[in-house]
């Protein structure tokens, strides 16, 4: 009887997981549930919004070619098409897995507002001037937030409740807030900056001086919209580090 509760307990060891074999598949099941449950919610969300943009987009054909007025009932026919187009004809669910399968693939398929435009070729146009704002917003961001934080927590006193109080603020403001409000300030009241575009209409792309300066006059707002964000969160989090460590024991040892 005892050798067989030993040859179970042995059997049990031998397919028991180590904790880091365990804390590795929790992770990655963590990773792959929030996969699912964030692609659904952009899945769903457009699909329970008011509006069917296959009508609008068959409308402003129409409007386009017509002159305006309401759609005739000889363009069901063409909306019926792009239904099918977009396999909006499709149940709910072989529309979910369709989604999921261009997600993998990176098909994205056509898009509807920029037909008969590719969603992959909008992105890969739109992808450079993302990454050329937010990595230099990042890196300003992180360098200046981190600097001020520790100077703040340095001197302390006046200085240091001021300057906590517009990092805090600057920290809690979403950034697209901010864009709008430095638009509405520095764009449209005082028009020092351009409230829209990369560069200006009528330009072609070049590395000339002047289509550069263009691009950084129109760089100049989102870029503050993002950095100002990024330095808040980084200053508040370099104060409190700071602050602990000024508090330390070897800190106070070494000042006496």
Do not use: C
């Amino acid at each position: 009887m005892f050798e067989l509760e030993e040859e179970s307990d042995r059997k049990m060891q031998k397919f028991s997981l180590s904790p880091l074999t365990f804390f590795f598949i929790r992770k990655i099941g963590f990773y792959i549930l929030t996969f699912f449950l964030a692609t659904f919610l952009i899945w769903i969300i457009p699909r329970m919004m008011p509006g069917d943009p296959i009508r609008s987009f068959v409308a402003e054909i129409y409007n386009t070619m017509q002159g305006g007025g309401q759609i005739p009932i000889k363009t069901k026919h063409l909306y019926e098409y792009y239904v099918k187009k977009f396999d909006l004809d499709k149940p709910y669910y072989i529309q979910y897995f369709t989604y999921l399968k261009s997600i993998l693939t990176f098909d994205f398929s056509i898009s509807i507002a920029f037909y008969p435009a590719k969603v992959i070729d909008l992105v890969r146009m739109a992808l450079p001037w993302s990454l050329a704002l937010l990595i230099p917003a990042q890196i300003v961001g992180w360098i200046l937030g981190n600097y001020l934080g520790a100077l703040a927590a340095y001197h302390r006193g006046k200085t240091d409740n001021i300057v906590f109080s517009l990092f805090l603020l600057l920290s809690q403001t979403p950034y697209y807030w901010l864009a709008l409000m430095l638009a509405y300030l520095l764009a449209f009241q005082f028009p020092i900056f351009p409230y829209g575009g990369g560069y200006s209409w009528g330009m072609t792309p070049s590395l000339s001086l002047r289509f550069i300066l263009d691009v950084l006059w129109h760089y100049v707002l989102p870029f503050l919209s993002l950095v100002l964000v990024i330095i808040g969160g980084q200053a508040i989090g370099m104060r409190e580090m700071t602050l602990y460590e000024l508090g330390s024991d070897y800190i106070y040892y070494g000042k006496n």
